[in-house]
């Protein structure tokens, strides 16, 4: 990344975005849980990919984390990708999620009421969608490598 403003747009622009949730508030936890350091992993769905026909993420990929509004506001860089069955979810990755789950337990059942809700299933094009103890996951660790905020 450049400290250029002009070159910074045109790289920042030249990123896949990185979109966590849907719109909202959920969204707007988890960006502030970023940018504060405290999330520094993520959990999707392989089921997320192939719907979007997207390739899983490989360490060293970076892509522009946008809020609510579309606005970028850091560049991230993955560091760590894991697939495991949605038994294997360890404490480790569901306390670095950032999002204040006192274990796996109840990490889970809030995944499990996203990745159930109504929006999931219409991203998914599955209105009878669920998940069990086999559902592949993807574990992605990240860092932020720049805070946009205020820069593009």
Request: proline letters at 7%; aromatic letters at 6%.
């Amino acid at each position: 990344m450049t400290s250029d403003p002009t070159s910074l747009a045109a790289d920042v622009a030249a990123l896949p975005r990185a979109e966590f949730a849907f719109p909202g508030p959920l969204r707007d936890r988890l960006v502030a849980a970023i940018l504060d350091g405290s999330k520094t992993a993520t959990t999707g769905l392989v089921a997320e990919y192939e719907q979007e026909g997207a390739p899983l993420p490989e360490a060293g990929n970076r892509s522009v984390l946008v809020d609510s509004e579309g606005r970028p506001v850091a560049v991230l860089e993955v560091t760590g990708v894991r697939v495991v069955p949605l038994a294997q979810v360890d404490p480790a990755h569901a306390v670095d999620e950032g999002e204040g789950y006192a274990g796996v337990a109840e990490w889970r059942a809030g995944h499990e009421r996203f990745w159930g809700s109504a929006e999931m299933r219409a991203a998914l094009d599955d209105p009878d969608f669920a998940v069990d103890d086999a559902t592949p996951v993807v574990l992605e660790r990240f860092r932020v490598v720049a805070d946009l905020r205020g820069a593009c």
